[in-house]
């Protein structure tokens, strides 16, 4: 039995269903990254999951309690938005004390879970502040302090980190990584970014229109894309539709396309003997254009009239190809995900 449970969930607004008998686990622990294109129904999925808003019909179970009907202040769901809504006359501390004081727990223990919460985020040089003289990235450090702090059995993040800019981001979305090593927390995390998605998840669900179109680990996602709409999120494939397969490949009867990653792709000098990587497939490519990206050098090649990245690695010994130069690329069929859409 999974810590999160949602099964056949179903929730409409008057005529528009947002989403209809989805389903979704998440282990104790774990991040479950939630993707997809605006308006596919992330936030209304977590405002059922916290309660705020209900659902026409489906059950939701968190440690192994039917939560669909309970009350959102008694769930145990903390949130955290992308606008922090900290109470603006409250210092930190206060704003952190303010959910542990609602529920009445004895002072000295109050002072205890603060001074902890303060003491893992680093917001001690600050807890005195108000939020007015914080930074972005401060900010959301209180506020994610303020859900975490009240211990919830499941943390909901809403796109906490899209107003900051990538920078502060990136060292946010670290910091949580650790926080949630150091505090085993569970969360469920939308996010728009891929980045962010594949390093915060240890789960990523991909969603499309009220579905949940793949679910799996970020290498899953990473290299094996069930559809186009998900190869798009995780970016830079090449895709060959089967008629472009058989034509480039010599590959027939496919009947979906081949997804394929640039840094996947083996590339040789044209007069190199074919490979004996059994099973790879292989065709001759002019080199049109070779660009530094970083890490990896991009060569946009070109077979037949069909457009093939292919990035190397940007070592000081690699060979690299010349515009015009004439070369092999070969695919392992590893490296092949097929999609069918
Ligand atoms: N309170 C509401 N009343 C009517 N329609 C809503 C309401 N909240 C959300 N929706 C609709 O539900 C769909 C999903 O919205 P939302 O869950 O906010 O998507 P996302 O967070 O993925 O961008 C959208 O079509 C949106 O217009
Ligand atoms: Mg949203």
Redesign the pocket.
Known sequence: MSYVEIRELTKKFDTTTVFENINLDVDEGKICVLVGP??CG???L?RAVAGLTHPDSGVIRLDQRDVTKVEAKNRGVGMVF?HYALFPNMTVEQNLAFGLEQKKLPRPEIRKKVDGVIELMGLGPRAKARPAALSGGQKQRVALARALVLEPKLLLL??PLSALDAQIRKRLRDELKRLQHDVGFTAIF?THDQEEALMLGDQVAIMQAGRFVQIGAPAEIYNRPANLAVANFVGDFNIFDPATVERLFGVAAQTSSWAVRPEAIDISPADRKASANGGAVETEVTVMAVQILGAMVRHYTRAQDVMIKVDLLNKPDQRLFQIGEKARISIARNAIAEMNE
């Open positions: 605006s308006g992330k936030t209304t977590l992308q809403d796109e939308v």
